[in-house]
């Protein structure tokens, strides 16, 4: 009997345009389900705060990525600069940081990604630890992330994934660069919308012009993205207008460059969150990318299957 394949979506952003460089980076994974082992044991669950880091684009410091975070964390001991990606399902790190801690022997899996199968290499990690929470006892996946360091100008180590980061509460303030886990995050349930994990991935609905439609949550993602499908359904007979630039999608293994048309969705709403003229790209996945999440906070109990976004400016943004 053939083995299970279990869907793994790795989803991360960049910048990529002529001169002001605006773009997606998207991998598709399939891993088999008895060949990686990504659920970690957290050894210590006490809330933590962790500072956030904004990219930056390759146009240079002025010039920052549609506010994409990353954190620092320690990986088998040593230190690195995660991407905050609640649109990865596993964590994942350079080959340059994997030689640096020392991995030995990492074991080959064949995943199914966007453009093709590929060849990637796994390794059984340690412990990784953001703040004062340890993670231990989980399997880490290795890819080549040099493109996306020239692109934001930082030595970006790896990817902090959904395997982790949806074992406890957690917050991402985008306003004030912080992450907290844990302890002291709270989701009240009038404000809360209801989510659910599939692959490691936050699903929840929101409405598009006052229609329910499925999201990821994705804080990898610089941008917005849409099915086409979903467009003629939602907005049938006469989709919104198209935007006259192409939005430029990466595939972060085989760095193949497809560009996808672009609309503008009149108004989506997640939960209290509204925004209103987002601009959205066609493809084959629905994301909820930084270009509406980064505006809020936002605030994710995975444990009970439900999320809340809070305007950072109002009184309701305080914990």
Same mark, same amino acid.
């Given at each position: 009997m053939s083995r299970t394949l279990k869907r793994i979506l =790795? @989803?991360?952003?960049? *910048?990529?345009?002529?001169?002001?460089v605006s773009a997606l980076v998207i991998v598709t994974l399939y891993v088999q389900?008895?060949? @990686? /082992?990504?659920? %970690? /044991?957290?050894?210590?669950?006490?809330g933590t705060q962790a500072p956030l880091? %904004? =990219?930056q684009s390759v146009a240079g410091p002025d010039e920052p990525i549609e506010r994409l975070m990353a954190v620092p964390v320690h990986l088998d001991g040593r230190a690195g600069l995660f991407l905050v990606d609640t649109g990865a399902s596993a964590v994942t790190i350079s080959r340059r940081f994997a030689r640096a801690i020392g991995v030995e022997s990492p074991r080959p899996v064949r995943l199914q990604m966007h453009f093709g199968v590929s060849e990637v290499? !796994?390794?059984?990690?340690?412990?990784?630890?953001?703040?004062?929470?340890?993670y231990r006892d989980f399997d880490v996946l290795i890819l080549e992330l040099q493109h996306i360091q020239d692109w *934001? /100008?930082?030595?970006?180590? +790896? $990817? =902090? +994934?959904g395997n982790v980061l949806n074992t406890l509460p957690y917050e991402l303030d985008f306003a004030a660069r912080r992450l907290? $886990? +844990?302890?002291?995050?709270? !989701? %009240? *349930?009038d404000d809360a919308v209801p989510l659910t994990i599939q692959d490691g991935l936050i699903v929840a609905e929101a409405t598009v012009s006052g229609r329910p439609n499925r999201f990821i949550l994705d804080t990898g993602a610089s941008n917005t993205l849409i099915r086409s499908g979903d467009l003629d359904r939602l907005f049938a007979p006469e989709k919104p207008p198209l935007t006259s630039s192409p939005v430029r $999608?990466?595939? @972060?293994?085989?760095d193949q460059v497809t560009e996808h048309r672009e609309v503008v969705l009149p108004e989506v709403r997640l939960g209290n969150a509204t925004v209103r003229d987002l601009k959205a790209g066609l493809f084959e996945q629905n994301l909820l990318g930084q270009d509406f999440l980064g505006r809020f906070t936002l605030?994710?109990?995975?444990?009970?299957?439900?999320?809340?976004?809070?305007? %950072?400016?109002?009184p309701a943004g305080d914990p």
């Amino acid at each position: 009997m053939s083995r299970t394949l279990k869907r793994i979506l =790795l @989803i991360l952003a960049a *910048t990529w345009a002529a001169l002001a460089v605006s773009a997606l980076v998207i991998v598709t994974l399939y891993v088999q389900q008895d060949a @990686i /082992h990504l659920k %970690p /044991h957290v050894l210590r669950s006490a809330g933590t705060q962790a500072p956030l880091y %904004p =990219l930056q684009s390759v146009a240079g410091p002025d010039e920052p990525i549609e506010r994409l975070m990353a954190v620092p964390v320690h990986l088998d001991g040593r230190a690195g600069l995660f991407l905050v990606d609640t649109g990865a399902s596993a964590v994942t790190i350079s080959r340059r940081f994997a030689r640096a801690i020392g991995v030995e022997s990492p074991r080959p899996v064949r995943l199914q990604m966007h453009f093709g199968v590929s060849e990637v290499e !796994v390794f059984r990690a340690r412990a990784l630890r953001v703040g004062e929470v340890t993670y231990r006892d989980f399997d880490v996946l290795i890819l080549e992330l040099q493109h996306i360091q020239d692109w *934001t /100008h930082t030595d970006l180590d +790896g $990817i =902090l +994934g959904g395997n982790v980061l949806n074992t406890l509460p957690y917050e991402l303030d985008f306003a004030a660069r912080r992450l907290t $886990i +844990g302890r002291g995050v709270a !989701v %009240p *349930t009038d404000d809360a919308v209801p989510l659910t994990i599939q692959d490691g991935l936050i699903v929840a609905e929101a409405t598009v012009s006052g229609r329910p439609n499925r999201f990821i949550l994705d804080t990898g993602a610089s941008n917005t993205l849409i099915r086409s499908g979903d467009l003629d359904r939602l907005f049938a007979p006469e989709k919104p207008p198209l935007t006259s630039s192409p939005v430029r $999608i990466v595939d @972060i293994k085989q760095d193949q460059v497809t560009e996808h048309r672009e609309v503008v969705l009149p108004e989506v709403r997640l939960g209290n969150a509204t925004v209103r003229d987002l601009k959205a790209g066609l493809f084959e996945q629905n994301l909820l990318g930084q270009d509406f999440l980064g505006r809020f906070t936002l605030r994710v109990d995975a444990p009970r299957r439900r999320l809340a976004l809070v305007d %950072p400016e109002s009184p309701a943004g305080d914990p």
